[in-house]
Structures are given as C-alpha cells and as structure tokens.
C-alpha cells in the first residue's frame, strides 16, 4: 500500500513538473519528433519563438564577427526572415485567440547556444554559427511538419504550414555555407 502511495505521489509530481515546464519532456528530449509526433501547441509556440530568438541573435553577430562574406548576406536573410515569423506568431498568440504564453527571452539551452558563438571570432566563428545554422533549421522544419500535419491549433497549423517551405529554403542555404 505504502509503495502504491509513493507511485502515485512520484507519478502525479512528474505530471505536475510538465505542466509547469515551458516544454514537455517528450518533446524536450526529442521523443516527439523521433515519433514523428506533433508537439502540443506550447511547445510548439514556445520552440518557434525560441527559434527565432536564436537566429536573430547569433546573425546579429554574424554580421560583425564571421569572415565570410557568404556567411554575413544569409545572416542577413535570417534576421529578416525570422523578425517576420516572430512578429506573425507573436500577433497569433497576443490577439487572444491561443491562449499560450509566448516567451520574451531566451531559456537557458539557447541562451548557452548564443553564448558559446558569441565567444569566437572569424573562421572559428563562422564554422560553429554555419554548423549551428544547419542544425537549428533541421530542427525548425521537423518542428513546423509536424505541427502543420497534426497540430491542434487550425491558425498555427496554418501559420507553421506557410512558414515550413521558408525553413526548408533557409536549411538548403545553410548547407550550401558548408560546401
């Protein structure tokens, strides 16, 4: 009895913590979209607008620390295409009709992101923000498939359907910053 008591102590804390995390711990630790299963509106509102947080920060420094000059016009491009899809989600969120907090900083794991680039200079710089910048739109268009196939949310599943080929272009011209 004792034992079904903490069972369900520990199991009702675990579901409390997610409920309280900006992020849920299947979608955290990558779960959902190795299942290829649709994050849940928070996270995928979250994600995105982390995302975006991210790409304009490390492209603002690319602009001023990369050696490239490749690598300063797509820092360009992403500054101005993420300011876009972060001022269209934050009007999706903010008019009332989804009720998600949208988050105004970065968390700690893009934050330690941002922190790391900011560090380097010239070709050492310009590497780690092109490998990032591959990474992070990998994410980004697995992210926003998803959502836009099974997302529970019409004006989000719409918004990450119209925003999906821009991410998938941005990727193809990250790679191309590597070749």
Known sequence: MLMMKSFLLASSLIVLAMAASAQSIPEKMGVNSALGVAPKTEDFVSLAAQ??????????????????DKTKQFADRMIKDHTETSTELRSLVTVGK?????????????????????????????????????????????LFERYGKEGDNAELKAFANKTLPHLQMHLKMAQELVK
């Open 98 to 142: 989804i009720q998600v907090t949208l988050p105004t900083s970065l968390d700690r794991a893009h934050k330690e992101k941002l922190d790391k680039l900011a560090k380097l200079n010239g070709t050492a710089f310009t590497k780690e923000y092109d490998d990032m910048q591959i990474a992070a739109h990998k994410d980004a268009v697995s």
């Open 51 to 68: 995302s975006d947080m991210l790409e304009i920060e490390t492209s603002k420094l690319a602009l001023t620390k990369s050696d490239s």
